[in-house]
């Protein structure tokens, strides 16, 4: 059967393990060996685009990256036609889309051709991978077994990533409280609801509640891309809710921060804080790669 990741949610509890467990399983350099892997961008890319890349390179396999200009995606022709030429190269296609609807259809209309979610405007499933081996390996040693009764507060625009990151969190026993402005918080229902997790998430309005005794405090930009025409607005509304040391200080002792980057220093982030010893965002940088490995061996049924 053809495996896909589109969304944390549409993974059982047993595959979301497994991708897990298999990102820091030993490598096995001929996984791909000879095999082209498409990684499509609409959007701009650093992180995805070098941890996608050099994934597949160690896997064995050789990457062949698309902009979203060269490809046009239901401008230049439709994203069924895209996917089924697609479908006649490639075994596996990674896409950093717009709107999550596209991969949905890229799916539908290529059944055999594996459809992995690198960003979308519902969900970033494989930035949740990355956090959750980040947040492992800062206070469970490295086993995502470990997590229950860990307390995670977000601050700040709830956005995609904040979706993908609290399904990952709550189904493996942590507690997540996302502390957001009328208008930037969680809404229900969606391919990525991580409204539907019950009480182990909590919305709250006051910044402070997430932070207290929080073990983990995660931000992520105010201006995703797209918005840029909303900047000055968006500063406005979430001037609140900036990550700073004093925000920090209600955290628990062992509390370590996470952003997914890029950061806007000075605006949901301090300097003091993005470079100081609790920060792991670079570390975030490096699982990034190490969960593409996990998601590539994944979709290969565990290699």
């Not at 709107?99 to 949740?128: F, I, K």
């Not at 809710?241 to 952003?259: I, K, M, P």
């Not at 804080?273 to 969960?291: E, K, Y």
Request: charged content about 25%; proline content about 4%; glycine content about 10%.
């Amino acid at each position: 059967m053809t495996r896909h990741l589109l969304t944390i949610d549409a993974l059982s509890d047993g595959e979301l393990l497994e991708v897990l467990d298999l990102a820091t399983a030993p490598l096995d350099p001929t996984l791909y060996e000879d095999e082209p892997v498409a990684l499509v961008f609409e959007h701009p890319s650093l992180r995805t685009r070098a941890a996608a890349t050099v994934a597949v390179h160690q896997l064995g396999g050789w990457p062949v990256e698309f902009t979203g200009d060269e490809i046009g995606l239901d401008a230049r022709e439709s994203a069924e036609d895209v996917a089924r030429t697609l479908a006649e190269t490639f075994a596996v296609a990674a896409l950093r889309v717009r709107r999550h609807g596209v991969l949905e259809r890229v799916r539908a209309a290529a059944g055999g051709l594996s459809v992995v979610n690198l960003l979308s405007d519902a969900a970033h499933p494989t930035q949740a991978v990355a956090d959750v081996l980040t947040i492992a390996e800062a206070h469970a040693g490295g086993d995502v077994r470990g997590l229950a009764g860990l307390r995670v507060g977000y601050v700040g625009d709830a956005t995609n990533v904040t979706r993908s990151l609290a399904v990952a969190l709550c189904r493996l026993g942590a507690s997540v409280v996302v502390a957001a402005p009328p208008g930037y918080q969680l809404t229900p229902g969606g391919p990525e609801d991580a409204l539907a997790l019950g009480p182990a998430l909590r919305l709250v309005s006051d910044p402070r509640e997430a932070a207290r005794g929080a073990d983990v405090l995660y931000t992520d930009t105010w201006v995703s891309m797209g918005e840029e025409a909303e900047a000055r607005r968006r500063r406005e509304d979430l001037a609140d809710y900036r990550v700073d040391e004093a925000l920090v200080g209600l955290a628990s002792e062992r509390c370590v921060v996470l952003h997914c980057l890029p950061a806007h220093r000075g605006d949901e982030v301090t300097d003091g804080v993005l470079d100081g010893a609790r920060s792991r965002v670079w570390r975030q940088v490096f699982h990034r790669r190490t969960a593409m490995l996990g998601v590539l061996a994944w979709l290969k049924g565990g290699g």
